[in-house]
């Protein structure tokens, strides 16, 4: 990291201002050479009104802040400098800059410099990135308490008794004459991890809440054509965004919005209606909608009131999982043809969007389906993202092998090795070890200037 990298920090176009960011070891004497006032002789933690200039003439009118190393964002010397708004200034003083020495960052290059210089761990770094593209206020909080720290805290804490009960083994390994140390025996072990587990299971639970509430819901509008599939997408967006006509196959590509439901992004896909077709382009559309009935977190399968359930639905509604289903009998204002006896068990909505919207109902029946409002009332002090849940899940699969061990009276110095791997996968949460390719792929996601 010898190099000193700049990047603009702001999103360029008509605004009052931009914010220019510089670090590495030469980042003060850099921005120096094209600066008014001697920047050498300034205090760290300062903010300094000058020019930008090039030979004689002035280019912007700036303040400039200046961060002395370790006491900066990525621990080495920062320069932010603050120019006015427009393009062409901001442009200018970036060619002037790597002019005089700086590279253009590349994304996340400059939390990556604070991860690598032992600055922030992965969680919090990984917490940036998400209040950066948290949507609602309760995205928000978790990815706050993650920058503060607290469920690296949490995580750590859990790793330090994983860490203990190591060293608490190797002691009746290595010195069993020493009579100080607890002595764990099989049963005392099997209450450890038991309790060990029960952690990892509340992180688990908690840390999959945190992911819908960061990454929202999606919802599938699934079912056979004309049943009114983008007539509901329409209404509970309150917006004719899908085209609806009374023709069969009006959709042929999916159509998504988004509707926030108790602080919940819920992402809803109007798709293709289910039938058998020779046209090429309605094909391709019903392929695409068995794909998004696989991947969605909900179904919202919707039936015509009007017509009899028939033999094409009736087989698909047999695949359906009734834990992640709402069916939706839409056309209530026509006269009912359908057998409500197929639907047993699941949850039915009935509505109208012709003449009145029960959505409200419709609304409350996915709150229930996701416990949504449980999701909301509770401590936000939980990891949210794939790579962490990944983790959590392994560290599971690893307790019910050392269970499986334990059950089997296997030599507890033989079982410390799995209890080992928990406390690495802990790390490998925090980031403490690492690979290029992972840290590639998580910064890599973050915007220029960050
Ligand atoms: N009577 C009545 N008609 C409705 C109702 N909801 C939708 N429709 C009508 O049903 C027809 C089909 O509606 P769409 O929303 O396009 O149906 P779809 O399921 O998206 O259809 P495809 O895109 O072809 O799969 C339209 O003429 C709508 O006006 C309703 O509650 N009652
Ligand atoms: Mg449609």
């Not at 700086?102 to 600055?119: H, T, V």
């Not at 969605?296 to 015509?304: P, Y």
């Not at 050392?402 to 802990?426: A, P």
Request: hydrophobic share 40%; charged share 30%.
């Amino acid at each position: 990291m010898e190099d000193t990298i700049v990047a603009i920090a702001t999103t360029v176009g008509f605004s009052a201002l931009n914010v220019i960011r510089i670090s590495g070891q030469n980042s003060i004497e850099i921005v120096n050479k094209i600066c008014s006032k001697d920047l050498t002789k300034l205090k760290a933690n300062t903010i300094n009104y000058t020019f930008i200039i090039e030979n004689d003439e002035k280019i912007d009118e700036v303040l400039v802040s200046i961060f002395k190393s370790p006491k900066s964002f990525t621990t080495e010397d920062v320069v932010e400098i603050n120019t006015h708004g427009g393009t062409s200034t901001v442009n200018k003083i970036m060619q002037l800059l790597i002019k005089n020495g700086c590279r253009q960052a590349e994304p996340g290059e400059f939390i990556k410099r604070a991860f690598l210089n032992g600055r922030i761990d992965l969680i919090e770094a990984e917490a940036v990135s998400d209040l950066i593209n948290s949507k609602t206020e309760e995205a928000r909080k978790i990815s706050m308490k993650g920058i503060e720290g607290k469920i690296s805290n949490k995580i750590r804490t859990l790793r330090e008794e994983i860490l203990s009960l190591i060293a608490n083994i190797e002691v009746n390994i290595d010195y069993p004459e020493y009579e100080d140390a607890l002595v764990i025996t099989n049963n005392l072990l099997k209450d450890k991890i038991e309790n060990i587990k029960k952690q990892f299971e509340n992180i688990l639970e908690n840390s999959k809440n945190n992911k819908i509430i960061i990454n929202g819901i999606s919802a599938g509008i699934i079912g056979s054509p004309n049943v009114g599939k983008s007539s509901l997408l329409n209404a509970l967006l309150e917006e004719e965004k899908a085209i609806v006509t009374d023709i069969e196959g009006t959709t042929r590509d999916t159509v998504e919005g988004s509707i926030i439901i108790s602080g919940i992004e819920v992402k809803l896909i109007d798709t293709a209606g289910i039938r058998k077709t020779k046209d090429k382009v309605e094909e391709i559309g019903v392929k695409k909608s068995y794909q998004i009935l696989k991947n969605s977190d909900i179904i919202l399968f919707v039936l015509d009131n009007n017509r009899k359930i028939t033999k094409e639905e009736e087989s698909l509604i047999k695949t359906l999982d009734k834990e992640k289903t709402i069916i939706i009998i839409n056309k209530l204002d026509l006269k009912s043809n359908i057998d409500k006896n197929k639907l047993k068990d699941f949850t039915i909505v009935e509505i109208s969007l012709k003449n009145e919207n029960n959505l409200e109902t419709l609304k409350n029946k996915i709150k229930e389906l996701f416990n949504i409002e449980k999701i909301k009332n509770r401590d936000y002090t939980y990891l949210c993202n794939a790579r962490q849940i990944g983790l959590i899940e392994k560290a599971l699969i690893i307790i019910k092998e050392i269970e499986e061990e334990l059950n089997l009276n296997v030599e507890i110095d033989l079982i410390e090795i799995n209890i080992r791997r928990l406390w690495d996968i802990l790390g490998e949460i925090l980031g403490e070890s690492y690979n290029d390719e992972l840290l590639d792929e998580i910064f890599s996601k973050f915007c220029l200037g960050k």
